[in-house]
């Protein structure tokens, strides 16, 4: 649905007052001058207005004009103990064993959790941590958006920054920025998931990894080393890459090269669990059996993996774990006693072996 033109400009100024183009106490163009401005009518400004006084970024004075101002960045009270949680996804795969771990610790210590979710989508994120600022939060744990492509939420964390609003990453980080984080050793996983096919005989192996999170990137290099450190050709061809959006598509068409066997390869290593999952189901439809006729390795050990007719082998995502170890992290720099030694914890991973591979 198009987006209304009072909505449009509302959000105008909002990222007006979060770049700092019109600082706290500063008076906003009077409604004419807005109207010259955007080539609307009155009544749409006084929409648009009405917006960000319902949102708390500006204030009315009768007679005088529109004022920014800090009712939706109150300077935290050492009574807030509200704590924002961002992930991309919230209802399945890994996300809810994450939660839990930092859901655990937050209680522990007498916090209460806010959870939103992106969607891995920016717009979705930019509104996600406006509504954190607006609901006064001690401190966020963040997963990045689209962590491998420009962040386009610069101005958000910033005001964060300035705010002096403590958050720290899980899962990855944008690389335009060096706050704490807590993430797997992913070049690692994809180092094992990949150099596990190659004791096995494998030589032609498929990796199918992401493009737009930095998870995918790193796995991907995981799979370069391993086939170097074995002294194998890397075969551009064997490199699938997708995104959020075309995700589907991209595994359909490695599954069809596959059944019409249009791609020699013996192997594949998968992002994830998840995506090893979907191609084990596409290709069962076509009578071709995992390991018999190809062997599948995936990330994460998620539930997915585990299921009595997958049995996928894969490397392990301490997923508890690393949502401990966020939670803790946060509370120590709301306190200021994180030391900068372990504002970056990278958490080992390990192959757990079950029944996608055969020795050829």
Known sequence: MKEAKYQKIANLIKQSILNNEYKIGDMLPFENQLQDNFKVSRHT??????V?????????????GTFVIDEYTKSNSMDNKNIGVIVTYMS?????????GIEQVLKEKGYSLI????????????????????????????????????????SCYS???KKKIPF????????????????VDDVQSGFLATNHLIENGHENIVIITKEDDIQGKFRMKGYIKALELNKMIINDENIILYNTENQNEKIMHLTSKIINKEIGCTSIVTYNDQIAYIIMNELKKNNIKVPEDISIVGEDNSSLSRLENVSLTTTNHPQEELGQIAAHNLIRLINNVLPDNEKETILKTHLIKRSTVKSI
């Not at 399945?92 to 839990?100: A, G, Q, W």
Request: proline share 5%; with cysteine; glycine share 4%.
């Open 92 to 100: 399945d795969y890994i996300f809810p064993n994450i939660i839990r």
């Open 159 to 161: 005001l964060l920054k």
């Open 45 to 50: 400004v006084r929409e648009a207005i009405n």
């Open 52 to 64: 960000l006084v319902n949102e708390g970024y500006v204030q009315k004075k009768k007679g005088v």
């Open 115 to 154: 959870l939103s979710s992106t969607n891995n989508n920016p717009v979705e994120e930019r509104q996600t941590l406006e509504l954190m600022i607006q609901q006064n939060v001690s401190g966020i744990i963040i997963e990045p958006t689209k962590s491998n492509q420009f962040n386009v939420n610069l």
């Open 168 to 183: 720290l990453f899980i899962n990855a980080k944008y690389q335009e920025m060096d706050e704490p984080s807590v993430c």
